[in-house]
């Protein structure tokens, strides 16, 4: 009797301490990751990688950590390069980043990489309506 005691506390301490997992589970979103001023190096489309060339070498993205950003883009691809901007307001929830665009709306992209010198990020919904998979395009940024 005293044999199978044993068993079930062990038992019992080993299904309390693996049972309890979970914080495991939980996804921590590290917003810091994605603070900073990104570089456009190439856009992917249908699996063809372009490279920035020209006035486009000089395309941003800058994430603050209020949660607000901007992005500088030209507003032509040949010198002398005119460039215009908008800003935004964000929000990250795991592997999605939804940026409200002022004058242009909402999109979400998706997270496919990032960390401390690269994020790649598609757009997968406009203004609440999904990019078609053959419509998304991955944008590859450097810091």
Not at 1 to 16: G, N
Not at 105 to 119: A, C, D, P, R
Request: glycine share 6%; proline share 3%.
């Amino acid at each position: 009797m005293k044999k199978y005691l044993v068993h079930i506390l062990v038992l019992v301490i080993f299904f309390s301490f693996t049972s309890c997992g979970s914080d495991d589970d939980v996804q921590t979103v590290n917003q810091d990751d994605i603070v900073g001023i990104w570089t456009l190096k190439s856009v992917e489309n249908q699996g063809v990688d372009v490279p920035t060339m020209n006035c486009q070498t000089e395309q941003t993205i800058t994430f603050n950590s209020d949660l607000t950003g901007g992005e500088r883009f030209p507003e032509n691809q040949m010198a002398p390069c005119d460039f215009s901007t908008t800003s935004f307001t964000w929000v990250r929830n795991g592997d999605l980043i939804t940026q409200s665009v002022t004058g242009e709306g909402t999109f979400v992209n998706e997270v496919i990489v990032v960390n401390s010198t690269q994020l790649q990020v598609v757009v997968i919904e406009r203004n609440g309506t999904a990019v078609p998979q053959n419509q998304q395009e991955i944008y590859k940024y450097e810091k």
